[in-house]
Structures are given as structure tokens and as C-alpha cells.
């Protein structure tokens, strides 16, 4: 349901214009869609997953009824934006929006 | 009024323009190392908001360089259930809101 989900996510996504691509990482860390060359999209799956659960415990530690939803980290060249659901990871790299 | 004096001012009355806005839980100002030198919270959330998200901030910011060593962070959002944090980085400080985004 979830792959689903995310599939269909994607596709839309994917016609938005200034998405540079979007990265799809299962439960395990591995990715499953991409639009991107694979060098990339193993070097932002690893880091953003390690960065998403970095963030996730820090919600929790705060209060641990609470859960990540979602994050966007914002630089000088680019947006990503990063949907955790079920374990899975759904990553939107895009130009930073004016 | 001295350059300090006034420069405090202004910091306070930028404080106060974002805590009247809807929904603005607190807010915290952090300096480099991770010390928060403002804060409208109590002492013990501010110490934890301002810990994990020190933490939060350089793992963004290794993040970031790993991909592209010319590159930096610019803002930070982490959205989750029942808040969203905010976080805008500076060269000496970091300011962090702490919002309801449904309000």
C-alpha cells in the first residue's frame, strides 16, 4: 500500500518543474525509484536516512507521543525535502523556491 | 541610545513580533556552540529544544557539504505531529521557533 502510495507520489512530483529528482528508500535504507544517477541517489539515500532518524529521535526525546511528519532542509543551491512514512523514505530534491 | 543598547532593542522587538504571531510556542536563540543566549521557553525545555537541535543543525550542515562542499544550510524544518520547528541559521547564532502549524 505503501510503495503505492509513494509511486504515485512520485510521478506527480516528478512533473513539477524546478524538482531536480526524487528518491524513493525502503525500510532497509535501500532505494527503490529514482530519477537520479545512482552515485547520487545512494549518497543522498544514505545520508538524508541518517539524517532522518537523527530527527526523529530528537521529536521523540522532546515527547515521545510526538512523530516526524516531514523535513526540509534548505541550502544555497537547492531544497530537499524529505517524507518519512512506514520506514520509508520519500526524498524531493528541488531548486529553493524565491 | 549606544550601538549595543540599540542593537538589543531591536533583537527584543524582533522577538516580540514573532512570538505575538499565531501559534508561535517559543523561541529560542542559539549561539555557535550550542548555548542558548535567549529564550521565551522555561529553562529545561530550552536546554533540551536547544541540545538535540544544536545536534540537528550540524548533522544538516555535514549533510549538505557531503553532497556539494560549496554548498550551505540556509533554513531548516522539521514538521511533526503536534509542531513544526524552525530553524534559521546565522554565522554566529541560530535562531529556532517552535510553532502549532495548524494555528
Known amino acids: ?98 | 541610545m549606544s550601538f549595543r543598547r540599540k542593537k538589543g532593542a531591536e533583537v527584543e522587538e524582533t522577538l516580540k513580533r514573532i512570538q505575538s504571531q499565531k501559534g508561535v510556542q517559543g523561541i529560542i536563540i542559539v549561539n555557535s556552540e550550542g548555548i542558548p543566549v535567549k529564550s521565551t521557553l522555561d529553562n529545561q525545555s530550552t536546554v533540551q529544544y536547544s541540545a538535540l537541535i544544536h545536534q540537528l543543525v550540524m548533522k544538516a550542515r555535514s549533510t549538505l557539504r557531503d553532497i556539494d562542499p560549496q554548498n550551505d544550510l540556509t533554513f531548516l524544518r522539521v514538521r511533526s505531529k503536534k509542531n513544526e520547528i524552525m530553524i534559521a541559521p546565522d554565522k554566529d547564532y541560530f535562531l529556532i521557533v517552535i510553532q502549532n502549524p495548524s494555528a
Open chain 1, 1 to 98: 500500500m505503501t510503495i503505492l502510495y509513494f509511486s504515485l507520489y512520485h510521478f506527480i512530483i516528478e512533473g513539477h518543474k524546478g524538482v531536480i529528482g526524487t528518491i524513493i528508500v525502503n525500510s532497509e535504507g535501500l532505494p527503490i525509484r529514482t530519477t537520479l544517477d545512482n552515485s547520487t541517489t545512494s549518497l543522498y539515500a544514505r545520508l538524508l536516512r541518517s539524517f532522518t532518524t537523527l530527527a526523529r529521535s530528537a521529536v521523540r526525546d522532546v515527547d515521545p507521543q510526538n512523530d516526524l511528519t516531514f523535513v526540509r532542509i534548505r541550502s544555497k543551491k537547492q531544497e530537499i525535502l524529505v517524507a518519512p512514512e512506514n520506514n520509508f523514505l520519500l526524498i524531493v530534491i528541488q531548486n529553493p523556491s524565491e
